[in-house]
């Protein structure tokens, strides 16, 4: 899925293709996204308050990995795709306080839409950005994938608020599932590089 395997022209720069931290970081965030979706697959009657529980730390964990593979990938400062996902970031922290002062599985499914379509939007917009020197990251092709799924988990999500939490949660779980699936093999992939690049 990563890039890392693909040959890249001699000019091109790729941000930390080799990385053992950014491995290990979209590997945290594959385990964070997988165990959210099994909880929405096992807990039966969440409820609003488990809704609003389980959705909080949902979006502060992605918040969290999100902001860790930025720093991984090292992009400069004044790289738009680096402001694009810092926001998306900023937009996943600020969704998860909401929800969780809220209490509303209204106001939850909302804000948990926004914030996964917003995470989609940025990702997408660096699958497809370029930096300056024409340099690439090795997440190039999983991001649109995972840009494809926030979006698509995101714009779903407010059709289903009358369900109740539980159909909710599981709207938002099979969409995590996909994704930390995804995550998953990019993480790998990105490790087995990782120490092939070690060897050589």
Request: proline fraction near 4%; aromatic fraction near 8%.
């Amino acid at each position: 899925m990563s890039e890392t395997a693909i040959p890249q022209p001699a000019n091109a720069r790729t941000a930390a293709s080799a990385s053992p931290v950014l491995w290990q970081t979209i590997l945290l965030r594959a385990l964070a996204t997988l165990a959210f979706g099994l909880v929405t697959v096992f807990w039966a009657e969440p409820g609003t308050i488990g809704l609003c529980v389980a959705f909080t730390i949902y979006l502060l964990a992605l918040a969290a990995t999100q902001f860790l593979t930025v720093r991984a990938l090292d992009l400069p400062r004044g790289d738009a795709r680096r402001l694009a996902l810092l926001g998306a970031t900023g937009l996943l922290a600020m969704s998860a306080v909401v929800v969780a002062i809220s209490v509303s599985a209204l106001v939850s499914a909302w804000f948990c839409a926004a914030a996964l379509a917003a995470l989609g939007v940025a990702e997408l917009f660096s699958a497809r950005h370029k930096s300056s020197d024409g340099g690439r990251t090795p997440l190039r092709s999983d991001w649109s994938i995972s840009a494809v799924l926030g979006l698509g988990t995101g714009l779903l999500l407010p059709f289903f608020v009358s369900a109740g939490p539980h159909g909710i949660m599981g709207v938002a779980g099979g969409g995590a599932l996909m994704s930390g699936a995804l995550w998953m093999l990019s993480a790998l992939t990105l490790r087995h590089d990782a120490a092939k690049s070690k060897a050589q």
